[in-house]
């Protein structure tokens, strides 16, 4: 039996995982930028993502672990991860093949669109660029 791989502990130190022991996960395709979901990781889905090249997950409802593609042969190949400022969410840079979302669309976020007021910035502010 193989040694599971492991990831530098400090890494595992900078995310702070809630209450459940997990942290959301955001998938996104690498090239386009496109969201396609969102997951919840705990701490060994995290290093399995890290370490293996495939997204792991762990399932909220079924309380196991889930690689995407592995039933459906839709997969997320691992290019980049990154946590943002706070520790408290992971961005998965992925080369998604076939549908991202379990009801068999690209992307889980092309299915609801919502109509909320749209923002406009003043003609006043300043981008930060220009404010430099």
Same mark, same amino acid.
């Given at each position: ?15 702070? *995982? ?11 395709? $690498?090239?386009t930028l496109e969201?396609?979901?969102?997951? $919840?990781?705990?701490?060994?889905? *995290?290093?399995?993502? =890290? #370490?293996?090249?495939?997204?792991? *997950? ?7 672990? $889930? ?8 997969? @997320? ?13 992971? =961005? ?14 690209? #992307?889980? *976020? ?15 502010? @300043? #981008? ?5």
């Amino acid at each position: 039996m193989t040694e599971a791989a492991t990831i530098d502990p400090a890494i595992l130190d900078r995310v702070a *995982f809630n209450s459940d022991g997990l942290v959301p996960a955001i998938i996104q395709q $690498w090239d386009t930028l496109e969201v396609l979901m969102m997951g $919840w990781m705990d701490a060994e889905a *995290f290093r399995r993502t =890290l #370490t293996e090249g495939r997204v792991t *997950f762990w399932s909220r409802s079924r309380q196991e672990y $889930w690689r995407k593609g592995d039933t459906s042969g839709h997969a @997320q190949y691992v290019k980049g991860a990154a946590l943002d400022c706070d520790g408290d969410t992971l =961005l998965v840079s992925v080369e998604q093949i076939g549908a991202a979302c379990h009801t068999g669309t690209h #992307t889980c *976020f092309d299915g609801d669109q919502l109509a909320p007021v749209v923002g406009h910035v003043p003609d006043t502010a @300043q #981008t930060t660029s220009e404010a430099s």
